[in-house]
């Protein structure tokens, strides 16, 4: 099968837009500064948590994690079972604040959570809140979870 001119004149042009396409998005959106991108992730945690999606938060966690004796394979296993009947979750961050240490290696986020949810279709809406805070490592070029530390607060009324 030959391509004609036209037909790799329209490749090479969509192969161009897509090209540019993404090199704009790239611009677009510059590489966040450690601490930005650790607060990022943070505030995508708490929302996976309340979505139950265990695989995601799975991959920001740190493969030595380990949290109230449960490793991180045993939390995960946890999260996906406790979270499966969750319906109507939200989560909320505020005060949240991030300090990059060791050049950039580490970081610790702390603030307030508060997370919502029902366990099923028609049980009371169940509200969690506390003080939370979460030690990162950059690791292969990412930031993941290392230690994880928690208060609670009186639950609000």
């Not at 001119?5 to 837009?17: D, H, S």
């Not at 109230?68 to 109507?88: K, S």
Request: charge should be positive.
């Amino acid at each position: 099968m030959q391509i004609g001119t036209r037909e790799l004149v329209i490749g090479v042009a969509i192969a161009g837009v897509v090209a540019g396409g993404f090199t704009l998005r790239r611009c677009m959106r510059p590489k966040l500064s450690d601490r930005d991108q650790v607060a990022a992730d943070t505030r995508t945690l708490a929302s996976e948590i309340v979505r139950g999606r265990a695989s995601k938060v799975g991959a920001r966690l740190a493969p030595e994690l380990t949290w109230r004796g449960m490793p991180r394979d045993e939390l995960i296993d946890n999260l996906r079972a406790g979270t499966f009947f969750w319906r109507d979750g939200s989560a909320r961050l505020s005060r949240l604040e991030v300090v990059v240490t060791d050049s950039g290696a580490s970081a610790t986020s702390t603030g307030d959570y508060l997370l919502r949810f029902r366990r099923s279709g028609d049980a009371p809406l169940e509200t969690h809140g506390g003080l939370f805070e979460l030690g990162w490592q950059k690791q292969s070029g990412r930031w993941r979870v290392t230690r994880v530390d928690r208060i609670e607060l009186p639950r609000p009324n």
